[in-house]
């Protein structure tokens, strides 16, 4: 990191401020990151999506993932990427954005964790295949049928956007379906629902029909954070991204990074507050 113009440059004496900062930083390690959501991907299911054969080559579940870890970015949420036979017990909210293949220990595993009082959000064409990429007969989203208290007759891919009575915008895809056991939240011009909540167990479970647009996404996504109890580590500036890594002995730290161009306040939930300069980061103990 020494340049060529030699140790008297900017470069240099950052990386020499960066090195004292992570030396007082020592007692971070061994510490995890603190999240009570999780975002559920499969790369079985990816590569199973990828194949040509499909309804639609505007699907894609990567990208579809990134959006929905985005819309939680924008919210102040931290989520880990868990696996859908991984252990949710630490969760309060699941969002599982496009899994066409679950296998049934991964099908049962969600719905566990919402008999157990948890919030699940999930995105269209799910639960459509096990894990040898075999059609579950009986009717869409196959897998989770019961959790989702939704019956899904017909795909119907969109040639155009269309708006829906929220006034939010669906795009790429469709569902024809009928609810069984769910309450509708939102639906297409149509009458048909669009989104859709369940209540399971001592939890609910959430469903899109449609691919939203993003700040409709974002507004599905503050709702499901709110229904579970999900709140950001620190009360923060939009752009200023917070996250709480804690020791299992109850010792924690809170990031506060500010990723604009301009000073912002962070306020921790007890009542703390710290100025972050414009691209910088603070690290608060306790």
């Excluded at 020592?26 to 995890?32: F, P």
């Excluded at 056991?181 to 209540?199: C, F, I, M």
Aim: charged share 20%; proline share 5%; glycine share 10%.
């Amino acid at each position: 990191m020494l340049p060529h113009a030699g140790p008297d440059a900017k470069v240099f004496r950052e990386v020499k401020a960066l090195g004292a900062e992570l030396a007082g930083l020592a007692g971070v390690a061994g510490s995890r990151v603190e999240a009570e959501a999780a975002l559920l991907v499969d790369h079985s299911s990816v590569w199973a999506q990828d194949h040509p054969a499909q309804p639609s080559s505007e699907l894609d579940p990567v990208e579809e993932a990134k959006r929905w870890h985005a819309a939680l970015w924008r919210a102040g949420v931290t989520c880990d990427i868990a696996h859908p036979e991984g252990d949710l017990s630490a969760y309060r909210l699941v969002l599982v954005p496009q899994l066409y293949l679950v296998s049934d220990a991964g099908a049962a595993n969600l719905e566990a964790f919402a008999r157990r009082g948890g919030v699940v959000l999930v995105g269209p064409y799910s639960g459509v295949v096990d894990e040898h990429d075999r059609v579950r007969l009986g009717g869409y989203p196959g897998a989770w049928r019961e959790l989702l208290g939704v019956s899904v007759e017909e795909f119907f891919p969109l040639a155009a956007p269309i708006r829906l009575a929220s006034g939010a915008t669906g795009r790429a895809w469709s569902e024809a379906a009928r609810v069984t056991t769910a309450k509708v939240l939102d639906t297409y011009a149509s009458g048909e629902p669009a989104w859709t909540r369940n209540e399971f167990g001592d939890g609910a479970a959430h469903y899109l029909t449609t691919l939203l647009d993003d700040a409709a996404l974002a507004e599905v996504v503050v709702t499901v954070c709110g229904e579970s109890g999900v709140v950001p580590a620190a009360a923060a500036e939009p752009g200023v991204e917070v996250v709480r890594r804690a020791h299992e002995d109850g010792r924690s730290f809170l990031f506060a990074i500010n990723h604009t161009a301009a000073d912002a306040t962070v306020t921790t939930r007890d009542g703390r507050t710290v100025t972050v300069a414009a691209g910088d980061v603070a690290v608060l103990r306790g």
